[in-house]
Nanobody
Framework: QVQLVESGGGLVQPGGSLRLSCTASGFTFSRYSMYWVRQAPGKGLEWVSD????????NYNDSVKGRFTISRDNAKNTLNLQMNSLKPEDTALYYC???????????????WGQGTRVAVSS
């Protein structure tokens, strides 16, 4: 019954902002690092950002660093992605995913949401 549901996508003009949310259920949210991954039309999956269990450690793809901010609210079982200064190349289907740690250096994104679509166009 693990569920991840993304929301907040839509059409926005270049330079605009969107805030994506991912609501989690069916597992102990606070025990898992979480990821945002996107897929542009006709392209493969691209890692966007991730956050550790407590929210104090975050990482960003260079393509979004300085523009996007990942956060989480463990009390609300919610993962967020604040996207500012959006560019046309940010157009993609955005997924949130749960990270299952296998070893100190290995993990797998074992559960994914259905995705929310972001279109950046004038």
């Amino acid at each position: 019954q693990v569920q991840l549901v993304e929301s907040g996508g839509g059409l926005v003009q270049p330079g605009g902002s969107l805030r994506l949310s991912c609501t989690a259920s069916g597992f102990t949210f606070s025990r898992y690092s979480m990821y945002w991954v996107r897929q542009a039309p006709g392209k493969g999956l691209e890692w966007v950002s991730d956050i550790n269990t407590g929210g104090g450690e975050t990482n960003y793809n260079d393509s979004v660093k300085g523009r996007f901010t990942i956060s989480r609210d463990n009390a609300k079982n919610t993962l967020n992605l604040q996207m500012n200064s959006l560019k046309p190349e940010d157009t993609a289907l955005y997924y949130c995913a749960r990270a299952l740690t296998l070893t100190f250096s290995d993990y797998v994104l074992d559960y994914w949401g259905q995705g929310t679509r972001v279109a950046v166009s004038s």
